[in-house]
């Protein structure tokens, strides 16, 4: 299979934030594959903008660093660094003070090409550098802006966040990123849905006994702690990434593969959902080790009562879906690095086989990372003269495998999206009103646990999570899969 590389129109992007982490191990690593990829046509320019007082020599040489330290070996070719590098510009800003460095940006902008601005800076910064582009007539009503995660930590401050955008933008030149939307699995889930007869028949609660969606990492927080104990797992992974691998999964079909026609079908899904009750929510933190400090000690705040794992059981309210729960899950500091959903199908409805024994339910599992594939298990008989004996048996099929070689060039989820706001493809972004109705849902769950003080559960580093949460499951009379890779 030969992969199809189309190369994008010719774009000034510029990068604010540019010196700063994310930029560092993901956008710009990532803008140089593209460029290796031939994606990245030969008269873009990417311009960096950051406080760092840098010139552009210091700039090329912090981004070959960068390439250095993040892309694989087999990627790394000199001569294309270098050609990658000629196409890098830089500009000192500090968009909480004065007018310094704006009209160089200015200077540096070509007429005619795509322009976008990814703001890889604290949200508070949005408001400002949003009215400095306007009002040094950078931005234009063709420009893109492109905005990450934290978008606001409750309701009240994403309406602000969009409100302020709003002011400046058009939701149509908005791009908020989720880097989950951008992996090839998730992308793959909607051409499993909706290119295959196979199984939107069965897509339904009549059908689907519960759906699992797993997020697991080996990593804590360290480093990141004081980031992360203002958040906690049900604002940093369950409000954006778990929610919009539900919405996919649980979506109608859209009309068309269309940026508003699939985010209408997803806004569907999020106000669809119900409030949880206190009791289908276990919240967790992990426990010190002998050699590796606990989360408290990793948050920095003795006290802290952020949650370092949470699993509860949603609820569709909707035709499709009554009846049938999601149970997520997402945690730290757990067994495996594993992220997949698994759809549980129903009983037949009448056996012919006496094996009761043998019989097990058929699982679709679609595994995210790592290892992306798919894995359908079906009963079959037991080989050998036994009488009829049931067996479960996988059928198993890898992506790496599947696609050979193709696989290995799949771009990573920032290069894809990046590549899409430059094409003016929205679907893979969450609109302003999807974000709102998410945070819609999630505010009145941690509401419920911060007004009656609850305290995560400790839960040992390397388990599945605290006990409570197999009791989630166990309760209604089922069982979380085991957390692999
Ligand atoms: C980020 C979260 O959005 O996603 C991190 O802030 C988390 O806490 C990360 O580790 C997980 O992303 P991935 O792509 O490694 O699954």
New binding site residues.
């Given amino acids: 299979m030969v992969s199809r590389v189309i190369p994008v129109e010719v774009f000034d992007l510029v990068i604010f934030g540019a010196t700063g982490d994310l930029a560092r191990r993901k956008i710009l690593p990532g803008l140089y594959r593209r460029f290796l990829a031939g994606q990245m046509t030969a008269e873009s320019r990417i311009i960096g903008a950051a406080r760092t007082d840098l010139d552009t020599a210091g700039f090329r040489k912090l981004v070959q660093d960068a390439i250095e330290e993040f892309v694989s070996a087999d990627r790394r070719d000199p001569a294309m660094i270098a050609a990658f590098l000629e196409h890098l510009d830089y500009v000192s800003i500090d968009a909480s003070k004065g007018e310094a460095g704006w009209t160089s940006l200015n200077g540096l902008m070509r007429a005619g090409v795509v322009r976008a601005f990814y703001f890889s800076v604290a949200p508070s910064l949005f408001g400002e550098l949003a009215e400095k582009l306007h009002a040094h007539g950078i931005a234009d009503g063709q420009s893109r802006i492109v905005v990450e ?1 934290p978008f606001g930590r409750d309701l009240a401050t994403a309406r602000a966040l969009n409100a302020t955008l709003a002011s400046h933008f058009e939701e149509s030149q908005i791009y908020r990123i989720d ?2 939307l951008g ?1 090839e699995t998730v992308q793959n889930l909607m051409a499993v849905r909706f290119a295959n007869i196979l199984f939107e028949p069965l897509w339904n609660s009549q059908f689907i006994d519960h759906v699992q969606i797993t ?1 697991a ?1 080996t ?1 804590g927080v360290e480093g990141r702690g004081s980031y ?1 104990d203002k958040s906690g797992a049900m604002r ?2 369950v409000q ?2 778990l929610m919009q691998l539900l919405c996919l999964i649980a979506m109608e079909p859209p009309y068309h593969f269309d940026p508003n026609a699939v985010r209408d079908e997803k806004l569907k899904v999020i106000r669809a959902l119900q409030p949880v009750p206190h009791d289908d929510i276990v919240r967790g933190q992990y426990n010190p080790t002998k050699t590796a400090p606990g989360y408290l000690e990793d948050s920095e705040n003795p006290d802290s009562r952020t949650e370092s794992y949470i699993a509860l059981k949603v609820h569709v309210a909707n035709w499709r879906w009554k009846n049938t729960p999601f149970y997520l899950r997402t945690g730290k500091k757990l067994r495996a690095r594993a ?1 997949e959903i698994a759809i549980t199908f129903k009983e037949p409805p009448h056996s012919i086989f006496d094996d009761a024994e043998g019989w097990r339910e058929n699982v679709l599992v679609i595994r995210l ?1 790592p290892n992306e594939g798919m894995n359908l298990t079906v009963m079959i008989k037991e080989p050998g003269p036994g009488g009829m004996r049931l067996m479960q048996v996988p059928l198993d099929m890898s992506f790496a495998e599947a696609l050979g070689e193709e696989a290995a060039d799949i771009p990573d ?1 920032y290069e894809r999206l990046i590549m899409d706001v430059i094409r003016g493809n929205q679907t893979l972004f969450m609109r302003g009103d999807e974000l709102e109705a998410a945070w819609a849902w999630t505010d009145p769950i941690i509401q419920g646990w911060e007004a009656r003080g609850d305290k995560p559960k400790g839960y040992d580093p390397g388990s599945s999570g605290p006990e409570d949460a197999l009791m989630l499951m166990h309760r209604d009379g089922r069982r979380w899969r085991e957390i692999k890779e």
Wanted: aromatic letters at 14%; a neutral charge.
């Fill in positions: 995660k880097h989950y992996k997020v990492e990593v992360y940093d992974m954006n990434h992220s990372q989820a």
